[in-house]
Structure formats: C-alpha cells, structure tokens
C-alpha cells in the first residue's frame, strides 16, 4: 500500500479505481482498466514532471522514502555497524561502519529516520545529537586510518536543538566535523537520498562529490523556517521551497551537487530495485575517478571544490 501526498490526490483516484475492476470478473471490467492505465501513465507523467520545489520537499520527506540502512542492505555485504561517541552514548540518528562495495572494503555512514512511529522516535526522527557526529567522526578517522573510502547519505531535517544537545557541544560538533573532513586523506562521496536540512546535513556532507537524488533537497534552512523567519506567515512555505533554491537541478546549477540521480516515476519508494542500481552505477563510476586521483589532486581538488561555490562572475562573492 501507498502513502499518498496531498498533490497525488488524481494519482490515488485512479489506482483504487483499478484495484476495485481488478476483484471484478468479466471482459468489459480489463478493457476499462486497460484505458485507466493508460490515463495513469499520462497523469503521472505530467505530474511528476513539472513537480514544484515544495512538492519535491514532500517527497524527500515522503514516510515510505528509502532510509540509509535500506540502501546498505541493497548496495553493501557484509556490514558491520559500529557504535557510540567513545565520550557520551550512542546516537541511534547516525548508523555506520565498515561494508563491502565492489569486493573493496569502505566505510559507510548516513542519517536514519526510522519508518513506524516507534523507530523514528528511537531515531529521533533523524536528527543527532552532538554524540551522532562524534560517532561519524570517529569512523571517518578510522576509515583514513586504514585507507578505506568513505560514503555517507544525508537524510534529516537538521541536527537536533534541544537543550541537552546545546549543552554537549553541538555547534562545536559540527564545525569540527567540517573541520576534520575537509583534510580527510581518503575520498569521501555523500549521496542526499531525501532531506538535506543545515548544519545537521552539511556535518556529512563535505565530499570530494555530492550526489543527490533527483527528488532529494538540500538547504541551509527548511522551507517551514524559513518562511517562519522572513514572513511569520506559513502559507508561505511553498515561497520559501521555491526561493531557497534547494532542489537537486537548482543545486547543480549553483555547482554544489556535482550528480544527479534519477529516481523511478513517483519517487525511489515505488520502486527501491531501481533506484537501488542507479545509485550503484554512479556510485561505481565516481569512486573510480577518485581512486584515480593522488592524494595531493584528491586533497587540492577538494579544497577547490568549496572555494568554487558562491563565485559570482568569476570572482568569489565571500571575502577569503
């Protein structure tokens, strides 16, 4: 069964109009369902093809979306995930640990929501604490140790605001992440498979090469709060979706996302094999490349990389 969003409202129609012919014998019931796929076909292609900012928003955030462990179980063998901060706890918001991708060992790390109720409140609905990116931390610097590649996927509204988190050292947590993953000497790819919300995304997310899936976002801030911010008026959230310039084409436009990943019609939930060796495909593809590359060309195309983004006219709009 399918969780449908307000915009799939003709969608959900004509399906459940098709499964009700289905448990209805006779000839004349497969002719009409027959003529309701073909309507099916035409409708969805044009939906899914001139989608809004803020419906691709409701798509990333779709409950039946695939999660990070969905794709290392998909993509990886022989995962071995690793836990806690070494510090405080651990943050069951981040997951990683050692995996094997192409007969080669990595390591993988990437937010995870949950599905039921029940999961995303023991993930926190995706948002870490400052111990989740300790933990990432920690396996990133494990991973360097021994030579292995990282892959991260960015799934979550943002790192968590709660007292507690304040008083741990979140923003410090963040910043050291940017810090250290910035010099990390061993190639590193994040993929946004959903939602990509401030700090809390970018703490993954400094790569030699940011893929994103085609309904992904990514942002400094939510729609939500941004409209909550600039207009105090949440009828303006579709505004802000547009504005923020937070889709996977604005952001490649802009040359922050360097690839992105078509996903099957209506979203990656409907049809997981899919989109599964999509991911595969480039993910393959781009690890070649950086293997490719010394350490001196992995670390200087980097650095370039992120000084690239936000030049207006040839010239860096941000004082360096």
Not at 207 to 219: A, F, K, N, T
Request: aromatic share 6%; charged share 25%; hydrophobic share 40%.
């Amino acid at each position: 069964m399918h969780d449908y969003l307000e915009f799939e409202k003709p969608i959900r129609e004509i399906e459940e109009k098709i499964e009700k012919l289905a448990t209805t014998p006779g000839g004349k019931s497969q002719d009409e369902i027959r003529k309701l796929r073909i309507k099916l076909a035409q409708v969805e292609h044009g939906l899914y093809s001139k989608l809004t900012p803020w419906q691709r928003t409701q798509l990333a955030r779709h409950p039946q979306r695939p999660s990070t462990l969905d794709y290392i179980g998909f993509l990886f063998r022989d995962f071995l995930e690793l836990h806690g901060d070494r510090a405080f706890g651990d943050d069951r918001a981040i997951v990683g640990g050692f995996a094997t991708y192409n007969d080669r060992s990595i390591m993988v790390i990437g937010h995870q929501k949950g599905k039921t109720l029940k999961e995303r409140m023991q993930r926190n609905f995706g948002m870490p604490n400052p111990e989740g990116y300790r933990k990432a931390l920690r396996l990133m610097k494990m991973a360097e140790k021994f030579g292995r590649p990282i892959v991260t996927f960015i799934d979550t509204p943002g790192a968590y605001p709660g007292i507690g988190a304040e008083e741990r050292g979140q923003a410090e947590a963040i910043a050291r992440n940017l810090f250290v993953m910035s010099r990390l000497a061993v190639p590193i790819i994040s993929i946004v498979i959903g939602e990509g919300g401030s700090g809390g995304a970018l703490a993954l997310g400094v790569s030699d090469r940011i893929l994103m899936l085609e309904h992904g976002v990514y942002s400094v801030i939510s729609p939500e709060g941004c409209a909550a911010i600039l207009w105090d008026d949440p009828a303006k959230v579709p505004d802000a979706a547009s504005a923020l310039k937070m889709t996977a084409k604005d952001l490649v436009d802009l040359r922050i996302v360097d690839e992105v990943i078509p996903e099957p019609l209506g979203g990656a939930h409907r049809d997981l094999n899919a989109i599964t060796e999509r991911i595969a495909k480039s993910l393959s593809n781009q690890l070649a490349q950086l293997n490719d590359l010394s350490l001196p060309q992995l670390l200087a195309e980097r650095d370039r990389k992120y000084r690239s983004i936000g030049t207006v006219n040839g010239l860096v709009a941000a004082a360096r």
